[in-house]
Each structure stands twice: as C-alpha cells, then as structure tokens.
C-alpha cells in the first residue's frame, strides 16, 4: 500500500507560479513510478506529467510542456510538481498518483494503483 498525499495548491494570478508537493509514506518510495493528473469542473482527468522511479525519464502533457516541471527527492519520498506561467484553462484539482510496477506508459489514469486526494490549483485572469 502507498498512501500520498498533496500540498501546495492555492489561488494565484494569471503568470504566476506553485509548487506542488506529493509526500508518500508505506511502502518503498524509491522503486515506483509518479505521475501527476488534473480535473477541472466538468471536464474529465487528464495527465499532467510523470516521472520513472529514478528521475532518469519525464513525461509531459503537451500543454504544460515548458512551464511545469517534475521532479522528485527519493530521499524524502516526495515529487514535486513546479507550475509556472500559469494559465486560466490550468485551474484544476490536481492528483498525485503512484504505479507499483512499470506497465509500460505513464499516460493511462488507469494503469495507476494508488492516488491522493488532489490539491485545488485556482489561476485568475
């Protein structure tokens, strides 16, 4: 079992900047895949960015390609997730999630085994 947990979501004008935080705690943080999705009000999940177990592969969605960035720290079993030039169209609840094994692609909501409760990222024009 993994249990995450998110933080650092707020309200921030159009241009600005968050950073989001993932803590994981139960099982070995070091050996699994994290990836980050978002949903806003009536629009379904969607991938946001993802990163393999050693930091050593990033994946992006094309339309925060640029301006967020994954990372993690092993060490403190966290990822993180650096939102900059924020936009409008990127406020969403935003979800860190965790593969317990490698299915091959980061990009299927589905293929991941455990998720947080989401942390709210609200950007205004």
């Known amino acids: 079992q993994v249990q995450l947990v998110e933080s650092g979501g707020g309200l921030v004008q159009g241009g600005g900047s968050l950073r989001l935080s993932c803590a994981a705690s139960g099982r070995t943080f070091s050996n699994i895949h994290m990836g980050w999705f978002r949903q806003a009000p009536g629009k379904e999940r969607e991938f946001v960015a993802a990163?393999?177990?050693?930091?050593?592969?990033?994946y992006y969605a094309d339309s925060v390609k640029g301006r967020f960035t994954i990372s993690r720290d092993n060490a403190k079993n966290t990822v993180y997730l650096q939102l900059n030039n924020l936009k409008p169209e990127d406020t969403a609840v935003y979800s860190c999630a965790a593969q317990s094994r490698w299915r091959g692609s980061p990009y299927p909501a589905q293929w991941y085994d455990y998720w947080g409760q989401g942390t709210q990222v609200t950007v205004s024009s």
């Open positions: 990163i393999s177990w050693n930091a050593g592969n990033t």
